[in-house]
């Protein structure tokens, strides 16, 4: 259980299981709208989401390495690493975790034949490592990497589909008149991912900020303070708000009712969670918001239940 602890297994189911819903739910069926099949079987897609749950894994554990003296600050009663994991098996899990995932992600470039999309998975593991030694610690760039990194995972879900279809001319071409909807809609849900990533990093900045100011953490409410950070917070969330609530029209005109009621769920947690800022003084504020924050997007992600094409 400490190890399932230690990699954060509910965020990696969450990641599995909107990897699964963006394949399932919103790629798949449209290209069967033009009578194909996706050209990456099951097993490519299973080789590409256990690339991603292992870098991520292995991100989560060198991050915690890297912080164990800010986390006896911020968090040590929910300390791991060298609590319950020693600092030689966490390095262990780390490195393998993280090489097994570029290796499969090497695998997938060489199964789509397209070495630039294999290496990108590397790549990401090797952003892992210097986002948790440095890039954390740098104003607005670790939240940036994060974010970009959270959006990226659905992005790739696509990529992988079009890059195997690019293989094949006669299939590419019959499956142009649905890449548009495609894209659009992996598009709007990578935004929403990236913008509720980028607000939670920021509200997760605020409650950590007393451990961060010792680490020598360059963060937001480190460098500029708790009233701008919490302003900057505000004004990310009335962005995703509005951004769901034109998400909401679009989803309207074309006919996907009962996935635009859903997002009312997730409005309404975002006023809940705007109110929270707006009042937020201590740091157990900060802790419910951050809660908050994971619960919308969430709620969002979970949206894409109701996004199956009209027959």
């Known amino acids: 259980m400490k190890y399932l602890r230690l990699v954060r297994w509910p965020n990696l189911i969450i990641m599995l299981l909107t990897m699964m819903l963006l394949r399932h739910l919103v790629i798949i069926p449209r290209l069967e709208l033009t009578g194909i099949d996706p050209t990456t079987n099951n097993l490519q897609f299973i080789l590409y989401a256990i690339t991603t749950l292992l870098i991520a894994a292995g991100g989560y554990i060198v991050n915690d390495m890297m912080d164990i003296d800010v986390d006896r600050i911020n968090k040590p009663d929910r300390m791991i690493v060298t609590k319950t994991v020693s600092m030689g098996m966490a390095e262990k899990l780390y490195y393998g975790l993280s090489i097994a995932g570029s290796l499969t992600g090497l695998a997938i470039g060489f199964l789509v034949n397209n070495w630039l999309l294999g290496l990108a998975f590397p790549v990401a593991a090797g952003a892992m490592w210097f986002y948790s030694k440095r890039y954390k610690r740098m104003l607005l760039i670790g939240n940036l990497v994060v974010s970009f990194a959270t959006a990226g995972i659905l992005i790739m879900v696509w990529l992988v589909e079009f890059f195997a279809l690019s293989r094949q001319p006669e299939l590419f071409t019959k ?118 924050s994971k619960l919308i997007m969430l709620a969002g992600l979970l949206s894409l239940l109701f996004v199956l094409p009209h027959a």
Not at 198 to 209: N, V
Request: net charge negative.
């Open 175 to 292: 499956a142009i008149g649905v890449m548009p909807e495609i894209t659009g809609f992996v598009m709007a849900y990578a935004l929403f991912a990236l913008l509720a990533t980028m607000l939670r990093e920021f509200i997760k900045d605020i409650e950590d900020m007393e451990g961060d100011a010792k680490g020598d953490c360059r963060t937001f409410p480190v460098v500029y303070g708790v009233l701008p950070a919490k302003n900057l917070s505000i004004a990310i969330l009335t962005t995703l708000l509005v951004m769901i609530g034109f998400w909401q029209y679009i989803l309207y005109i074309q006919y996907y009712t009962q996935a635009m009621i859903f997002l009312f769920l997730a409005l309404a947690i975002g006023l809940l969670l705007l109110a929270r800022l707006a009042l937020a003084s201590l740091t157990v504020h900060y802790t419910q918001a951050s809660l908050l």
